[in-house]
């Protein structure tokens, strides 16, 4: 059996363009979380605002709002009038000149006639059924408006009619009017529910030039039908009563034969009844110079009904909206190929970013960033401050011979006194090189070689974020969160033997995971509670007692705040002398476990500046000024060093 092969186009939008980038849209939506957003909604926004290589929903939307305006600005409806009013004119011109060659009596009698044409176009073809004409030029022209009028009004139920009945013979007219009163009997079938596919597949296998949709059954051929003679119902709606009852007078016209017009109403009255859910009552203004035949304008108006279906499935402002409601073949019509591909880019980026597992639901039911998620965060967060670290960032690990050191991989000599085990191989291949071919292989001292470890020094970091209302204030919220990240996946991923404890504090303080920093929204409540922070970075400090103590201070406000005994939060501005003296004797206590502090001062103000100064003195710590930009490099470069 051979098997052959069909050929299109391509029709996936551009297939040399590059793979969706989850990164860089979960880095998007991570910002968009770390300034308060919820993690469903910096989706959706993300989604609505695209990125720079694909235009999100809003944009899309907006190209349908554009071309919708355009049609409407661009065209108006009197296309058909004005085409039926020229041919008239050719035609009366050409009986003129006619006429006025001829001498009798009759002549001079039409002439009258013609003269007293009403202005009105429909009346005029009217008053001229019965006339007869003397030139055949003439006589050729007012049966081009019967035949005109017949391929409009078709036109307008079936696409394309207009053209493909130009030059129709009598028998062309005549099978069509066999399909409609076919088609209107098979419509009434249905109705009553006698149709059957095989009446189905008789009808299309005689008439199926005439739609090339190519429906598979009634049902469908109802679908392609009604939404067709629903927009030519909103044409006539937007019609004006003068243009109305001009054209609604000249239908009678079409193709000489007033009965086609009765088995077109009769379709219309199956397809409304069969469809009442199309929107047969709406109607458009236009105002443009162009001017459409019934038939261009029945599209005109499906294309305007179908941009506005587009623009509102891509506006996912209904219930329930999702991606998969938009109609990427109805886009891929009304806006291009790309914009169908940026369409299904979007709905595939959604996918894979829920089904990748970047989200997940809490005890409470509510969408977070899960650990993958954070993870990419925080990854991203410290490749982009890896540019602004110096290149000597160094290794802060001491690397000492010890058996409870890790194993490095490399071997070497054994020394008097090592206790680490032994390398077998290399002993072993030592002695066999050393005397090759004896046997049994004799071991001597020299031949043996042990593992090589090192011994890795451990930290205990405290990272105290200040998140009183002034970082908010002064758009410090999001640098000091990318930090945090950005100091997390160091300390995971490459000095995974650091104990990270973050620790937020405004009013309170309190431990935080990197989730719930990315997730923590700004409260807008004075107090900054230093003397709270200390607290409990004292108390991880502790838990780690073999551990070197590393404390780093993010703040852009002086000491405001401090905890009481009962757990009250005490605040005043300025600080008082008991708030001053509390955060002191505590910074102290956290100094005697040998910790270094830094102090990552947040703006210019001269009050925090004198504070921090003295803070950062007493205990032997020091004070880096960062700007906004750089403050994340700042911490990490600390970190490093003092590590080092």
């Excluded at 937007?238 to 007033?258: K, M, Y």
């Excluded at 009844?273 to 199309?278: H, I, L, N, T, W």
């Amino acid at each position: 059996m051979s098997h052959g092969s069909r050929y299109g186009p391509y029709e996936g939008g551009d297939p040399l363009a590059p793979p969706v980038d989850l990164r860089d849209a979960l880095s998007s939506i991570g910002d968009d979380v770390l300034e308060g957003s919820s993690p469903r909604q910096a989706l959706r926004e993300y989604l609505r605002r695209g990125s720079e290589r694909m235009r999100g929903l809003d944009k899309l939307a907006a190209e349908a709002n554009r071309r919708r305006r355009e049609l409407l600005k661009r065209n108006n409806l009197n296309g058909t009038l004005d085409e039926v009013r020229a041919l008239l004119d050719e035609a009366v011109l050409e009986e003129r000149k006619h006429l006025a060659r001829a001498l009798d009596d009759d002549a001079r009698f039409a002439e009258m006639r013609i003269e007293e044409l009403p202005p009105s176009t429909a009346q005029a073809v009217q008053d001229l059924a019965d006339y007869d004409w003397r030139s055949s030029d003439a006589r050729e022209k007012y049966e081009q408006i019967r035949d005109l009028l017949g391929r409009e009004m078709l036109d307008q139920r079936f696409e394309g009619m207009k053209q493909a009945l130009e030059g129709a013979t009598d028998m062309d007219r005549a099978h069509i009017r066999d399909m409609l009163e076919d088609l209107n009997n098979l419509l009434e079938e249905h109705a009553r529910g006698d149709d059957t596919q095989q009446h189905f597949d008789e009808f299309m296998d005689e008439y199926g030039e005439f739609f090339p949709e190519n429906p598979r059954n009634v049902d469908e051929l109802l679908d392609s039908l009604a939404q067709r003679a629903a927009a030519a119902q909103r044409l006539r709606n937007s019609l004006t009563p003068e243009q109305r009852d001009e054209l609604d007078a000249l239908a009678q016209q079409a193709f000489g034969d007033p009965s086609l017009m009765g088995q077109l109403d009769r379709l219309d009255q199956h397809l409304q009844a069969a469809r009442p859910g199309e929107d047969w009552q709406g109607a458009q203004r236009f105002r443009g110079d162009d001017g459409m035949g019934l038939g261009e304008g029945t599209g005109a108006l499906q294309d305007i009904a179908e941009l506005e279906s587009l623009a509102e499935q891509l506006s996912q402002q209904y219930a329930g909206a999702q991606l998969d409601d938009i109609d990427p073949e109805a886009l891929g019509r009304q806006l291009g190929d790309e914009a169908a591909a940026d369409a299904r880019t979007l709905a595939d980026l959604e996918r894979a970013l829920r089904d990748e597992g970047f989200f997940d639901r809490g005890a409470d039911g509510q969408w977070r960033l899960s650990p993958k998620a954070m993870r990419q965060l925080g990854q991203a967060a410290l490749r982009d401050l890896a540019g602004q670290l110096s290149s000597r960032g160094g290794e802060r690990e001491t690397r000492r011979a010890g058996a409870l050191g890790e194993p490095t991989g490399a071997s070497r000599e054994w020394e008097f006194g090592d206790t680490e085990s032994w390398d077998v191989t290399r002993t072993i291949t030592n002695a066999v090189l050393r005397e090759p071919g004896r046997v049994p292989v004799r071991l001597h001292v020299s031949d043996v070689e042990v593992a090589e470890t090192e011994q890795r020094s451990r930290a205990a970091v405290a990272l105290l974020v200040d998140t009183s209302f002034s970082m908010v204030m002064e758009g410090r919220w999001v640098p000091m969160k990318r930090t945090a990240l950005a100091l997390n996946h160091l300390v995971t991923t490459r000095f995974r033997s650091d104990e990270l404890q973050i620790i937020a504090f405004g009013r309170h303080a309190q431990v935080v995971t990197p989730t719930e920093l990315a997730g923590l929204d700004g409260v807008w409540e004075q107090g900054t509670n230093l003397h709270h922070a200390l607290l409990l970075a004292e108390r991880h400090l502790r838990r780690h007692p073999n551990a070197q103590p590393v404390v780093m201070v993010v703040t852009d406000g002086e000491p405001t705040a401090h905890l009481e005994p009962d757990g009250f939060a005490y605040f005043d501005y300025p600080p008082t002398a008991r708030t001053l003296g509390l955060t002191v004797r505590e910074l102290d206590s956290v100094a005697r476990f040998g910790a270094r502090v830094t102090f990552f001062r947040l703006g210019d103000d001269p009050g925090l500046a004198r504070v921090v100064d003295r803070l950062a003195e007493r205990v032997g710590g020091r004070v880096v000024a960062p700007g906004l930009d750089g403050l994340g490099a700042a911490v990490v470069s600390d970190y490093v060093r003092r590590r080092r």
